[in-house]
């Protein structure tokens, strides 16, 4: 009795498994549509990639003044430095 619950036990994990595996392997992206997702990352357009480049430089500077003040810049409250 105890290795019959074993054993439905093991063939519950690897249908489980299976279960995992097969819906990876359905969900993967094919050849085609990688090639899709690729042209449309920031990085493939020079245009979209130099906006993100400021777009990231405006952040990283309100980052640093953040940083080099003690007033609380989120609440807008003292916003003096």
């Not at 969900?27 to 690729?38: A, C, F, N, S, V």
């Not at 989120?74 to 430095?81: A, E, F, L, Q, T």
């Amino acid at each position: 009795m105890g290795s019959a619950r074993n054993i439905m036990g093991y063939a519950v994990i690897v249908a489980a498994l299976g279960f995992g595996l097969g819906t990876w392997i359905a969900l993967y992206p094919t050849e085609e549509r990688r090639q899709r997702i690729m042209q449309n990352l920031p990085e493939s357009n020079p245009v979209r990639m130099e906006e993100t480049r400021k777009r990231s430089a405006l952040l990283m500077q309100a980052l640093k003044d953040a940083a080099e003040t003690n007033d609380n810049i989120v609440r807008g409250i003292g916003g003096s430095k």
